[in-house]
């Protein structure tokens, strides 16, 4: 009974999904009507969202046994499994949507790289002034970031041997490949070869690594445990966010409410276990832990949901549309530049996170503007 108390999100969760498979035809938002189907749709978006919060506990644990970069890259890594899962079951149903990659891949770009960094910046500048993190490895992340954003987003615009933002086969699988060597070659160094330079610096290490339990107050139990708990939990938040696009898609166009809002709630969900707990790192002057998330989800993304998507789309046939608007390729620019001149110094401010939020607020003010 202790046990299903503490990991009661995961329970309801699993609950839920099985009245929506059974009942599936009967709640559908066609048979609930308008009303039903928005109190359906903010109860599934509730309680996916309580169980983000066990995705956290069970990574955080999994950081404090396993220790820096090791946590960090379970949370980012399982975050991102939860997005390339969920497009790629979406595209396995066959489903009409060749720009979802796109869509997701750059609403989560802008959360992380804009809203998330914006506000651990933001409010770990205004509780500690200045904060300090490793540059070297903030330097790195930005390397591998950039050219894979830009390859992946923005050149598939512009190429003449396919139109509409898609790829030709040969530059297809030259893209895959580029990807998955880049992220590989990254983890190698991220995990065993420079993993110092993803640690805090030399004289906040100590400090860092001496409270971190008693700062979190998590339970920590055994390596197997938590590590169960948080695929149960990541699987759960996977198939309940197919059943949630459902209900948001209908509820956008009974409101006519933009297209690309329903990528963002879904972005959102998927982020919420990352977006805590980069955070909670920054207010606990840990900004060196809230960097690693917060770039290494962004690479993430990219890195992996690149080459799954277009192995999908190889083995189903199915179109993939890749490449950006130009506003949004002028406005991914944008947010590269300034992060690289975010991450250029070793110390943060008040003032860097002003400036992401502020092009976060430029991205939601977009979406609503294309209406």
């Known amino acids: 009974m202790k046990i299903i108390r503490q990991e009661l999100a995961t329970v309801c969760c699993f609950l839920l999904l099985i009245v929506l498979l059974f009942l599936k035809d009967s709640l559908s938002p066609e048979r609930l009507g308008n009303n039903q189907s928005v109190v359906v749709l903010l109860a599934v978006f509730f309680i996916m969202l309580w169980c983000a919060f066990n995705v956290v506990r069970h990574a955080e644990s999994l950081a404090v046994i396993l220790g820096e970069p090791y946590g960090t890259l379970i949370l980012t890594l399982s975050v991102i499994l939860i997005e390339v899962a969920l497009i790629s079951s979406v595209m396995l149903t066959g489903a009409d949507s060749p720009t979802l990659a796109r869509d997701t891949m750059f609403s989560v770009v802008m959360i992380i790289?804009?809203?998330l960094v914006g506000?651990?910046?933001?409010?770990?500048?205004?509780?500690?002034?200045?904060?300090?993190?490793?540059?070297?490895?903030a330097n790195v992340y930005l390397s591998v970031l950039i050219p894979l954003a830009v390859l992946g987003l923005v050149m598939p615009s512009y190429t003449d041997s396919t139109l509409g933002g898609t790829l030709s086969p040969l530059l297809a699988i030259f893209l895959g490949v580029a990807a998955t060597v880049l992220y590989g070659v990254f983890l190698a160094i991220q995990t065993t070869t420079h993993s110092d330079i993803f640690q805090p610096p030399e004289n906040k290490r100590k400090q860092v690594t001496s409270t971190e339990n008693h700062e979190h107050n998590l339970i920590v139990k055994t390596l197997s445990y938590h590590?169960?708990?948080?695929?149960?939990?990541i699987l759960v938040i996977v198939f309940l966010s197919k059943k949630l696009a459902v209900y948001i898609d209908h509820v956008i166009a009974l409101t006519h409410a933009p297209v690309e809002l329903g990528g963002f709630l879904i972005a959102a969900i998927i982020l919420t276990p990352e977006g805590l707990s980069a955070v909670n790192s920054a207010l606990a002057n840990k900004l060196q832990r809230s960097v690693n998330i917060c770039l290494g989800s962004a690479l993430?993304?990219?890195?992996l949901t690149i080459p799954a998507v277009l192995c999908v789309s190889w083995i189903t046939a199915l179109p993939v549309e890749l490449g950006l608007a130009p506003?949004?390729?002028?406005?991914?620019?944008?947010?590269?530049?300034?992060?690289?001149?975010?991450f250029v110094s070793r110390r943060t401010n008040i003032m860097q996170g002003i400036v992401h939020l502020t092009l976060f607020a430029a991205y939601i003010v977009l979406i609503f503007d294309s209406v």
């Open 300 to 303: 993430a993304t990219i890195g």
């Open 227 to 233: 590590i169960i708990m948080l695929i149960a939990a």
């Open 119 to 137: 506000i651990s910046l933001l409010l770990g500048g205004w509780r500690h002034k200045m904060q300090s993190y490793n540059v070297q490895g």
């Open 113 to 115: 790289l804009n809203g």
């Open 327 to 342: 506003l949004e390729s002028m406005l991914l620019a944008l947010t590269l530049v300034v992060s690289v001149v975010t």
